[in-house]
């Protein structure tokens, strides 16, 4: 079934470690994005792709960075983990020139 | 600078009265403007669309270019309504900007 994925749902990590959020989608999407949420607050997109190789950095600023070395797989990496970096993170794919955009059910990072 | 606005965080309504969500934006040219919807412990799914003019679950949402707004209503609220629901813009580089979205709590 086509589908959007994030793992892990839940994570909780230590200030300094290195970590990916994995995305990953089945439905032959050529754009996906990254969105970070606090509590209450937007979304704020923090990164977009429009295919392989393509990578941007969204309006919020990010210590993160993103790869897309294949169409239907698009990390997010913190090189070093900080407790600033707590927060939801969504992950979302859309056609090229589509106008809907489907989400995952998001990763939850709380870095202590 | 470009946003959009939902100034409203929590709306609690009773069942059967009307429920109406503002959203104002602030982006150039004729953007493409969406309601999403995220009920308890599902992920965040399209509602409706502007360009479809369509009423999905009883909901509607008039696009008003001259007040930039595009507020969603529902003439009765449903128990099943209860959900945080979120005004988003496809901006003219074709990416998605959402607003901080509204929770909706209707009681019976």
């Known amino acids: 079934e086509a589908d959007i994925y994030q793992t892990p749902r839940y994570l909780v990590i230590g200030t300094g470690k290195k970590i990916t959020l994995e995305c990953s989608q089945t439905m032959g999407h050529d754009k996906m994005y990254w969105y970070q949420q606090d509590p209450g607050m937007e979304l704020h997109l923090i990164h977009y792709s429009y295919g392989v190789n393509s990578t941007e950095k969204g309006d919020l600023s990010s210590e993160s960075t993103v790869s897309r070395i294949r169409t239907e797989h698009f990390p997010l990496t913190l090189e070093s983990a900080r407790p600033s970096h707590t927060s939801q993170y969504l992950c979302a794919s859309s056609e090229i020139s589509g106008t809907e955009a489907f989400f995952g059910q998001g990763t939850r990072l709380t870095v202590v | 600078a470009q946003r959009v606005t939902q100034p409203e965080k929590l709306l609690s309504v009773f069942k059967g009265a009307p429920v109406e969500l503002k959203c104002n934006y602030s982006?150039?040219?004729?953007?493409?403007l969406f309601w999403y919807v995220q009920y308890s412990r599902q992920r965040l799914q399209l509602l409706l669309r502007?360009?479809s003019r369509e009423s999905i679950k009883g909901f509607t949402a008039d696009l008003n270019k001259g007040e930039t707004s595009f507020h969603l209503k529902k003439p009765f609220a449903q128990e099943e309504d209860s959900a945080m629901y979120y005004c988003?813009?496809?901006?003219?580089?074709?990416?998605?900007?959402f607003g901080a979205g509204t929770q909706v709590v209707v009681t019976p």
């Open positions: 502007h360009i």
């Open positions: 988003a813009v496809l901006d003219s580089w074709g990416k998605f900007q």
């Open positions: 982006y150039s040219g004729s953007p493409e």
